[in-house]
């Protein structure tokens, strides 16, 4: 991809979440208790690896435990082949961990296939809400694609 449009394709998916960040600060205004979780995304902070290697992206993460709602938006550029599936896994940032919340994938589809440069966001409702709000350091979200089947980019919640 030429320089100029990585720039442009950086700046867009960087105000896509402030845009995600300010929507879900007026929601968690409206949810006492909603927490916000932010996460860089890269294929360097793969376990056990390797991720895509020049791929990058982000998630915002609102958790409203009270009623076991989490809602997100997720950003990600250069990932190589077909985007299929994102997860919350817990885990510390050296282990890979147990899937504990389905983003989309399976059968959370999204609508469309989605290509190495891209967004998707959707709530869902888990019961880990709870500890995810109370232990977030101890949760990763995670981007897979059909090269990178084990996870392209990944990065602990925080």
């Known amino acids: 991809m030429p320089?100029?449009?990585?720039?442009?394709?950086?700046?867009?998916?960087?105000?896509?979440?402030?845009?995600?960040?300010?929507?879900?600060?007026?929601?968690?205004?409206?949810?006492?208790?909603?927490?916000?979780?932010?996460?860089?995304l890269t294929g360097e902070a793969e376990v056990p690896g390797p991720g895509d290697p020049d791929?990058?992206?982000?998630?915002?993460?609102?958790?409203?435990?009270?009623?076991?709602?989490?809602?997100?938006?997720?950003?990600?550029?250069?990932?190589?082949?077909?985007?299929?599936?994102?997860?919350?896994?817990?885990?510390?940032?050296?282990e890979a961990g147990p899937i504990v919340v389905t983003l989309f994938g399976g059968p959370l589809a999204p609508p469309a296939a989605l290509s190495g440069t891209d967004s998707f966001q959707s709530c869902?409702?888990?019961?880990?809400?709870?500890?995810?709000?109370?232990?977030p350091e101890n949760y990763y979200v995670n981007i897979h694609s059909d090269l990178y089947p084990g996870g392209a980019i990944r990065g602990q919640l925080a």
């Open 55 to 94: 791929a990058t992206g982000t998630a915002a993460i609102l958790v409203v435990p009270a009623a076991d709602l989490i809602c997100y938006q997720l950003a990600w550029q250069n990932i190589d082949g077909t985007v299929f599936g994102a997860h919350i896994h817990e885990g510390a940032d050296d």
């Open 3 to 40: 320089r100029r449009t990585s720039l442009v394709v950086a700046i867009l998916s960087s105000l896509v979440l402030l845009f995600s960040l300010s929507v879900a600060t007026a929601s968690a205004a409206h949810h006492p208790g909603a927490h916000i979780f932010v996460a860089e």
């Open 124 to 135: 869902t409702r888990s019961a880990e809400a709870d500890d995810i709000a109370e232990n």
